[in-house]
Structures are given as C-alpha cells and as structure tokens.
C-alpha cells in the first residue's frame, strides 16, 4: 500500500531550530533546505512526499505546483491556506493509500485525523527524520582507505591471472 506525508511547509519551518537562523534573512533557503531533506527523506522511506506552503496573504498570487526531487510543492493561491489545501488534499490520498500529516496546529491535527490520516508533530517528523538517516548510513561504510584499490582486495591467485593477463602481448 502506498505512503503518503503531507507536510505544512511553513509550519515546520517555524518549529524545527535548524531553521531559526534562516527566518531572519528570508525564508527561501529555509524553504529549500526543508524540500532537500524531505526529498531524501522520500527516497529513504519510500512515502510520497508534499509540502504545502501557505500563499493566501500574497496579493495576486495563484496556485503553483512543481516537483523538485521528487517532492511535490505546492503554494496556495491567494485567499487558499495550507491548512485547507492540506485537508483536500488528504481527502484525495486517502483513496489511495495511508497517509501521514506533519504540522504542529491542533485544530488540523485534528481535522485530518478525523479523517483518516496520521499525524505528525513537527518533532516526530523531525526524529523520523533523523532516524532514517541514521539507519541508512549505518549500511554504507563510512570512509574508504586512500589505499584501497581493487587489487588489494583480490585473492592472490586472482591477482596473478589478471597480472599475467595484463603482461600479454596482443
């Protein structure tokens, strides 16, 4: 069965500290930086990802989607918040699969809940996060020696083979 996690883009943003130097100075980094990790979260979970990122204050401005590694980003039209956006489109995924929502407003929490879907609080999703990461490093060795060169792994019966092998002429 398919996973889903719908993420209240801004949301996060304001509650994870890694992103507290980022506000100040604007929050497209904060906004990039979320997506990257999200996206490798994707890869690593295998749940389907979308962040919704509220636009309803932005004067003239219309519903934007785009796909950036993976991750499917929203921005809501003016008028539209995240949290509306978030609740249809929760009533959308549910037809297809699980899904999980990631925000710290317990009025949503509790909408989509209601629902059907799982919630998140933006330090669950943090820690899970973390987790995952963690967990998939531990699969790949952590630094190679600057000596490792194939040779020095083979048997040396197979080493000989490949050394006369090379000393042929052709």
């Known amino acids: ?17 890694e992103f507290e130097k980022f506000k100040e100075s ?18 690593l979970s295998g749940k389907k990802i979308y962040v919704v990122f509220d ?36 009533g959308r995924l549910l037809k297809e699969g699980i899904v999980f929502v990631a925000t710290s407003d317990c009025a949503e929490q509790g909408i989509v809940f209601g629902r059907g879907a799982y919630r998140l609080t933006p330090g669950e999703l943090l820690h899970e996060v973390n987790r995952i990461k963690q967990e ?13 060169y194939l040779e020095n792994f083979l048997l040396d019966q197979i080493r000989s083979k490949l050394e006369r092998l090379r000393r042929q002429k052709k």
């Open 1 to 17: 069965m398919k996973e889903f996690l719908v993420v209240d883009g801004y949301n996060i943003i304001y509650a994870w500290p």
């Open 136 to 148: 998939s490093e531990s699969h790949y060795v952590k630094s190679v020696p600057a000596d490792s």
């Open 55 to 90: 636009a309803h204050q932005v004067k003239n401005s219309f519903e934007r989607m785009e796909i950036i590694d993976s991750v499917e980003v929203v921005y809501t039209q003016q008028g539209e918040t995240a949290d509306a956006y978030i609740e249809s489109l929760v």
């Open 26 to 43: 604007g929050l497209e980094h904060a906004r990039f930086k979320l997506v990257s990790k999200l996206a490798n979260f994707s890869h």
